[in-house]
C-alpha cells in the first residue's frame, strides 16, 4: 500500500486546478521559516521518543507563486505529517505530535480494504492514533468505522475521530481515546476491531475482520498539583493539575453549580481560554469527562506545545449554561427489547442559553 506521502506526491494534478494568487513578501518569509523550522525540528532530540518518519522537503522556486490544491495538500511544508495534515482547522494543536509518535505501520486486510495505523503517541491519559484506508473500490465521500479503538483495562473512556477522504479509493484518519479513570500513566495497551466499515450516502455497509492490538509507552511527563478556583454567578470552576509532554500540556478542572443555576438550566459547560505571559494563545481539545451529573463534572482538556519561555499560564473559564430545547438537545431510550425511542423536549420559556466569563487564574510554570 502506497502511504499518505506517496499518495499526495503521486497524484495527477490538472494544473488547470490550482488558482494562482499573488502573496506578499511576509507571507513569502512566513513559509521560509515554516520549512527552516520543520528542518529544525526534524534534528531536536531531546525529548525524543520513538522513531520519526523521514521528512519530506518541498522546494520552492525563487518565483514562487501561492497555489491552493481544491482537495488534498492544504499545507505543503508539512506534507509528511498526517497529525499536521488532518488539524483542517491549522490550530497547531498536532504540530508536535508526528515528532514524539511511534512509527507502527500495522496492516490489517479484509474483503478488498486495507486498513493502516500510521502513529501513535501517549500522553499518559490520551492516545493519538493516525490510520490509512485503502480500497480496491470506488467509495462515497463519506466513510464511518464500526468499532473504535479501546484502552485495555480502562472502565470508561472518552474520544473523537475524524476521517478525511483523499481520493476515490483512499481515506485518512486520527483517533483520541482518553481513559477517564487513569492519568500519568507510563504505557497503555490498545486493542481496536473494525467490524464494518459504513457508507451512508450509499445505505452501503462493507463487512470485514480488521483487528489490532499494540502497546505504547507514555511520552515524560511533568505534572503539578494545583489549588485555583474562580467563581462567579453561581459557578465554580477549580483547576486541579496541569501535565507537560515534549509535545502539549494538558488542565484538569472541576465545575460545580448553586442550587439557583441548577434550578434555573438544564447543563453547564466550561470551556478553557488559555494563553501566556508572552501573549501567546494555546489551542486545545476537551478529553471528555465524569461526574454525578450535568453540574457537577470533572474534565480535561490538552493543548498544544507550552512555548518553553513561557513563565506563567492565564487560564480564562468560560461557561455556558443551557435550557434544553428541541433545537439544542435531544434524547433517547432504548427499550428492553432494543427499541429506540425519542424523548420529546419541550420549548422553555425566556432566555434558554448565557454565558458567563470567570476571572482568570494564574499558574506559575516552573522548571
Same mark, same amino acid.
Request: proline residues 3%; negative net charge.
Given at each position: 500500500?502506497?502511504?499518505?506521502?506517496?499518495?499526495?506526491?503521486?497524484?495527477?494534478?490538472?494544473?488547470?486546478?490550482?488558482?494562482?494568487?499573488?502573496?506578499?513578501?511576509?507571507?513569502?518569509?512566513?513559509?521560509?521559516?515554516?520549512?527552516?523550522?520543520?528542518?529544525?525540528?526534524?534534528?531536536?532530540?531531546?525529548?525524543?521518543?520513538?522513531?520519526?518518519?523521514?521528512?519530506?522537503?518541498?522546494?520552492?522556486?525563487?518565483?514562487?507563486?501561492?497555489?491552493?490544491?481544491?482537495?488534498?495538500?492544504?499545507?505543503?511544508?508539512?506534507?509528511?505529517?498526517?497529525?499536521?495534515?488532518?488539524?483542517?482547522?491549522?490550530?497547531?494543536?498536532?504540530?508536535?505530535?508526528?515528532?514524539?509518535?511511534?512509527?507502527?505501520?500495522?496492516?490489517?486486510?479484509?474483503?478488498?480494504?486495507?486498513?493502516?495505523?500510521?502513529?501513535?503517541?501517549?500522553?499518559?491519559?490520551?492516545?493519538?492514533?493516525?490510520?490509512?484506508?485503502?480500497?480496491?473500490?470506488? #467509495?462515497?465521500?463519506?466513510?464511518?468505522?464500526?468499532?473504535?479503538?479501546?484502552?485495555?483495562?480502562?472502565?470508561?473512556?472518552?474520544?473523537?475521530?475524524?476521517?478525511?477522504?483523499?481520493?476515490?479509493?483512499?481515506?485518512?484518519?486520527?483517533?483520541?481515546?482518553?481513559?477517564?479513570?487513569?492519568?500519568?500513566?507510563?504505557?497503555?495497551?490498545?486493542?481496536?476491531?473494525?467490524?464494518?466499515?459504513? #457508507?451512508?450516502?450509499?445505505?452501503?455497509?462493507?463487512?470485514?475482520?480488521?483487528?489490532?492490538?499494540?502497546?505504547?509507552?507514555?511520552?515524560?511527563?511533568?505534572?503539578?498539583? #494545583?489549588?485555583?478556583?474562580?467563581?462567579?454567578?453561581?459557578?465554580?470552576?477549580?483547576?486541579?493539575?496541569?501535565?507537560?509532554?515534549?509535545?502539549?500540556?494538558?488542565?484538569?478542572?472541576?465545575?460545580?453549580?448553586?442550587?439557583?443555576?441548577?434550578?434555573?438550566?438544564?447543563?453547564?459547560?466550561?470551556?478553557?481560554?488559555?494563553?501566556?505571559?508572552?501573549?501567546?494563545?494555546?489551542?486545545?481539545?476537551?478529553?471528555?469527562?465524569?461526574?454525578?451529573?450535568?453540574?457537577?463534572?470533572?474534565?480535561?482538556?490538552?493543548?498544544?506545545? #507550552?512555548?518553553?519561555?513561557?513563565?506563567?499560564?492565564?487560564?480564562?473559564?468560560?461557561?455556558?449554561?443551557?435550557?434544553?430545547?428541541?433545537?439544542?438537545?435531544?434524547?433517547?431510550?432504548?427499550?428492553?427489547?432494543?427499541?429506540?425511542?425519542?424523548?420529546?423536549?419541550?420549548?422553555?420559556?425566556?432566555?434558554?442559553?448565557?454565558?458567563?466569563?470567570?476571572?482568570?487564574?494564574?499558574?506559575?510554570?516552573?522548571?
Amino acid at each position: 500500500m502506497k502511504d499518505i506521502y506517496e499518495l499526495l506526491n503521486g497524484m495527477d494534478f490538472d494544473e488547470s486546478e490550482f488558482e494562482l494568487m499573488e502573496i506578499s513578501e511576509v507571507e513569502k518569509e512566513k513559509v521560509k521559516r515554516g520549512l527552516k523550522k520543520s528542518i529544525k525540528q526534524k534534528n531536536r532530540s531531546s525529548w525524543k521518543k520513538g522513531a520519526a518518519a523521514a521528512a519530506i522537503f518541498v522546494c520552492l522556486s525563487a518565483g514562487m507563486v501561492g497555489m491552493t490544491f481544491p482537495a488534498y495538500a492544504s499545507s505543503i511544508p508539512v506534507i509528511g505529517d498526517l497529525f499536521k495534515f488532518l488539524d483542517t482547522g491549522k490550530t497547531g494543536m498536532y504540530d508536535h505530535y508526528k515528532e514524539f509518535s511511534t512509527e507502527l505501520n500495522m496492516r490489517e486486510e479484509s474483503n478488498g480494504i486495507k486498513v493502516t495505523i500510521q502513529d501513535a503517541v501517549f500522553d499518559g491519559k490520551t492516545v493519538s492514533m493516525t490510520y490509512a484506508i485503502e480500497s480496491d473500490k470506488k #467509495l462515497a465521500e463519506n466513510l464511518l468505522i464500526e468499532g473504535s479503538p479501546e484502552i485495555l483495562g480502562s472502565p470508561g473512556m472518552a474520544g473523537s475521530s475524524q476521517v478525511t477522504r483523499i481520493d476515490e479509493n483512499h481515506y485518512v484518519g486520527l483517533f483520541r481515546s482518553t481513559n477517564l479513570n487513569q492519568e500519568g500513566a507510563d504505557h497503555v495497551n490498545m486493542v481496536w476491531k473494525i467490524n464494518s466499515l459504513s #457508507l451512508p450516502n450509499s445505505h452501503t455497509e462493507i463487512k470485514g475482520d480488521w483487528n489490532f492490538a499494540f502497546s505504547l509507552k507514555a511520552a515524560d511527563q511533568k505534572e503539578e498539583v #494545583l489549588n485555583l478556583s474562580a467563581k462567579k454567578d453561581g459557578v465554580q470552576v477549580s483547576i486541579t493539575k496541569i501535565s507537560q509532554t515534549p509535545m502539549s500540556f494538558s488542565l484538569f478542572y472541576n465545575q460545580t453549580a448553586s442550587r439557583n443555576v441548577r434550578n434555573q438550566w438544564d447543563d453547564v459547560f466550561v470551556e478553557l481560554d488559555v494563553k501566556d505571559n508572552l501573549g501567546n494563545s494555546y489551542s486545545g481539545e476537551g478529553n471528555g469527562g465524569s461526574g454525578k451529573d450535568a453540574y457537577s463534572m470533572s474534565w480535561s482538556s490538552t493543548f498544544e506545545k #507550552l512555548d518553553p519561555n513561557a513563565t506563567e499560564l492565564i487560564v480564562t473559564p468560560h461557561v455556558q449554561v443551557r435550557k434544553h430545547t428541541p433545537e439544542n438537545h435531544g434524547e433517547a431510550v432504548i427499550t428492553a427489547d432494543g427499541e429506540k425511542r425519542e424523548v420529546p423536549i419541550k420549548q422553555k420559556p425566556g432566555k434558554v442559553k448565557e454565558d458567563i466569563v470567570l476571572d482568570a487564574m494564574v499558574i506559575p510554570l516552573r522548571d
